[in-house]
């Protein structure tokens, strides 16, 4: 999670919707609850940027615009892609920088 402040801002309270500027999750035996349960609470939540880092797959599910009933955007990235957070447009994160290193036989 990458929320505004300081840690102190948070000594006596947990990170409110809109303090948070993205929420990610690293999905290995989770991806469709991340996918299909998590991202609804997210949205419902008023999270504007969920990401979902599915290692298994070497894929980024990016959920973004969030209604009451779930996001409206649903991008999934692969390999040699790159994403942005939305509070971040200037920061360009390549996937293969966040994924383990893939081996093959």
Same mark, same amino acid.
């Given at each position: 999670?990458?929320?505004?402040?300081?840690?102190?801002?948070?000594?006596?309270?947990?990170?409110?919707?809109?303090?948070?500027?993205?929420?990610?999750?690293?999905?290995?035996?989770? &991806?469709?609850?991340?996918?299909?349960?998590?991202?609804? &609470?997210?949205?419902?939540?008023?999270?504007?940027?969920?990401?979902?880092?599915?290692?298994?797959?070497?894929?980024?599910?990016?959920?973004?615009?969030?209604?009451?009933?779930?996001?409206?955007?649903?991008?999934?990235?692969?390999?040699?892609?790159?994403?942005?957070? &939305?509070?971040?447009?200037?920061?360009?994160?390549?996937?293969?920088?966040?994924?383990?290193?893939?081996?093959?036989?």
């Amino acid at each position: 999670m990458v929320v505004r402040g300081t840690v102190l801002d948070y000594a006596e309270q947990h990170p409110r919707p809109e303090d948070i500027d993205l929420i990610v999750e690293i999905a290995d035996s989770t &991806l469709k609850q991340d996918c299909e349960i998590k991202d609804k &609470l997210y949205a419902q939540a008023g999270i504007a940027d969920y990401w979902v880092l599915a290692v298994k797959i070497r894929q980024l599910h990016i959920f973004r615009k969030p209604l009451a009933t779930g996001y409206t955007e649903h991008l999934i990235l692969s390999e040699p892609n790159q994403a942005a957070p &939305l509070a971040f447009p200037e920061i360009a994160i390549a996937l293969s920088s966040i994924l383990p290193p893939s081996y093959s036989n």
